[in-house]
């Protein structure tokens, strides 16, 4: 079993940054692409980055320039830096991976981390 526990959410004022982490941990597995997704009330859950094992990134464009996505392979551990945060950045943060556990690919999902951005 692998289990992904993020950390880093918390209370921040409009122009203010945080860091997300996403830390993987089990056995006898490898990760394929991960990513940060968000869900705000009333709203469907999006994508927000993703970063490949090759380090190939992707972000929605509401985001773009202002979070950075990255990961140490050796840690197994995700980030994400977000900075000049908007009240519309509000939402819970879920840390999502693909990863390869004994010869089967699965899709992982950590508990969310609730980033709330407001004066």
């Known amino acids: 079993q692998v289990q992904l526990v993020e950390s880093g959410g918390g209370l921040v004022q409009p122009g203010g940054s945080l860091r997300l982490s996403c830390a993987a941990s089990?056995?006898?597995?490898?990760?394929?692409?991960m990513g940060w997704f968000r869900q705000a009330p009333g709203k469907q859950r999006e994508l927000v980055a993703t970063i490949t094992s090759g380090g190939r990134l992707n972000y929605v464009d509401s985001v773009k320039g202002r979070f950075t996505i990255s990961r140490d392979n050796a840690k197994n551990t995700m980030y994400l830096q977000m900075n000049s945060l908007k009240p519309e950045d509000t939402a819970v943060y879920y840390c999502?991976?693909?990863?390869?556990?004994?010869?089967?690919?699965?899709?992982?999902w950590g508990q969310g981390t609730q980033v709330t951005v407001s004066s």
């Open positions: 999502n991976a693909i990863i390869l556990l004994w010869g089967k690919v699965m899709n992982y």
């Open positions: 089990g056995r006898n597995f490898s990760i394929n692409t």
